[in-house]
């Protein structure tokens, strides 16, 4: 690498923009670390019966209602760094997600499928803040489709249109499946797959 090309890696603009697209490269990791850690000790809640925006519900729930809000916060912020980037045309639905994260975590799912301990089986009450987590996730999900469809012309072509259906295949699982192992399940490994391409894609970003 030249010198000129270095000075402008180097300019006060350059180190915002990677400081921002950072962020992408932390939020998946953290999400999925911090559920997994709450999902494993968490007294009644099962990983095959229970989505993990519920783990807001019962003691210690402010962890994963905190969890949400600073991924989507990291979220947002990434996509501001995609922006400057020069990425921009996908910038928004990536930081619509991250919204959709911090209203998910300002509207808590319902308690329910005996969750959190003591709860009776069974789908539960529907709340407003259940139906409107329900509604700002969907719309962040469905924005994150899009992005991933979007982005493949810019990386990796054929895994991101994988990914995107995959992810969009999960999410239709969970809310069809009425609370059933299999849909659970097939939804937890889309979230992985889709945070796994996400860190993936910010680490190529930041690189750039």
């Not at 490269?25 to 997994?36: L, R």
């Not at 922006?83 to 300002?106: E, K, L, N, T, Y």
């Amino acid at each position: 690498m030249n010198a000129a090309a270095t000075a402008v890696r180097c300019t006060p603009q350059a180190r915002v923009t990677r400081s921002l697209l950072g962020y992408g490269i932390v939020a998946g990791p953290f999400y999925v670390a911090v559920s997994m850690v709450q999902g494993l000790t968490k007294d009644g809640f099962d990983f095959g019966r229970h989505a993990w925006s519920m783990m807001a519900n019962g003691p210690y729930g402010w962890i994963q209602t905190a969890n949400l809000i600073l991924t989507g916060l990291m979220v947002v912020a990434f996509a501001a760094g995609l922006r400057r980037a020069g990425a921009g045309r996908v910038s928004w639905p990536v930081g619509a997600f991250g919204v959709g994260m911090v209203g998910g975590g300002v509207f808590p799912a319902d308690p329910g499928f005996g969750f959190p301990a003591g709860t009776p089986d069974g789908p539960g009450a529907i709340s407003v803040d259940g139906v409107l987590h329900f509604a700002v996730g969907g719309v962040g999900f469905l924005c994150l489709i899009v992005a991933a469809f979007l982005l493949a012309r810019r990386f990796a072509p054929a895994l991101t249109r994988i990914v995107a259906v995959v992810f969009l295949i999960g999410w239709g699982c969970v809310a069809a499946g009425g609370g059933a192992v299999w849909a659970n399940l097939a939804f937890t490994a889309s979230i992985i797959v889709v945070w796994g391409w996400l860190t993936a894609f910010a680490v190529h970003e930041y690189r750039r």
